[in-house]
T-cell receptor, first 113, second 112 residues
Framework: AQSVTQPDIHITVSEGASLELRCNYSYGATPYLFWYVQSPGQGLQLLLKYFSGDTLVQGIKGFEAEFKRSQSSFNLRKPSVHWSDAAEYFCAVGVPNNNDMRFGAGTRLTVKP | ETGVTQTPRHLVMGMTNKKSLKCEQHLGHNAMYWYKQSAKKPLELMFV???????ENNSVPSRFSPECPNSSHLFLHLHTLQPEDSALYLC???????????FGPGTRLTVT
């Protein structure tokens, strides 16, 4: 079965600084990859997804992620963080025709003024 | 309403109560999911319904009973819960198995 690891539990960045959140997955073939964001007391909102094709995917709110097969990674990036980006971020890996999407434990992002 | 809605948003219940959580999706999706989110734990998949048929039940205790009367509605019936069942319960839907899931806002459940 597939699995996903988010190595960083908590990250703090200054407003306006760049951001990279790490995600590593384990799966024998190319999986479906997702990033979600969750604000306190809310559900998860899809930021972006990768199924196939161009390995650099653009998402909402100025986020992008790059699929690197050689590193089994799908890191999330944003060039300039805004205070409203403070939230919990989840990486997820899915398998075609399978309901069992696996989520990472999440990375909590704090944004300093 | 659009997207995935869940009611109630907050629920406090005693261990002897019976209550139900409701989820409705307005996206025309064919699969629906229940997840449990506890503090400091990864998201736990509880149940999956695809085309109204339960296709997955991840060893969830029988005090949780799902129901999917049609492709737009999903319920989670609760009875004789334990304090450790206190959590955020999230509903999600997807167009097909494996595709991206869309989540509702969740029900914050507290068992006293």
């Amino acid at each position: 079965a597939q699995s996903v690891t988010q190595p960083d539990i908590h990250i703090t960045v200054s407003e306006g600084a760049s951001l990279e959140l790490r995600c590593n997955y384990s799966y024998g073939a190319t999986p479906y990859l997702f990033w979600y964001v969750q604000s306190p007391g809310q559900g998860l909102q899809l930021l972006l997804k990768y199924f196939s094709g161009d390995t650099l995917v653009q998402g909402i709110k100025g986020f992008e992620a790059e699929f690197k097969r050689s590193q089994s990674s799908f890191n999330l990036r944003k060039p300039s963080v805004h205070w409203s980006d403070a939230a919990e971020y989840f990486c997820a890996v899915g398998v075609p025709n399978n309901n069992d999407m696996r989520f990472g434990a999440g990375t909590r992002l704090t944004v300093k003024p | 309403e659009t997207g995935v809605t869940q009611t109630p948003r907050h629920l406090v219940m005693g261990m002897t109560n019976k209550k139900s959580l409701k989820c409705e999706q307005h996206l025309g999706h064919n699969a629906m999911y229940w997840y449990k989110q506890s503090a400091k734990k990864p998201l736990e998949l509880m149940f999956v319904y695809s085309l109204e048929e339960r296709v997955e039940n991840n060893s969830v205790p029988s005090r949780f009973s799902p129901e999917c009367p049609n492709s737009s509605h999903l319920f989670l019936h609760l009875h004789t819960l334990q304090p450790e069942d206190s959590a955020l319960y999230l509903c999600a839907s997807s167009l097909s198995r494996g595709s991206e899931q869309y989540f509702g806002p969740g029900t914050r459940l507290t068992v006293t």
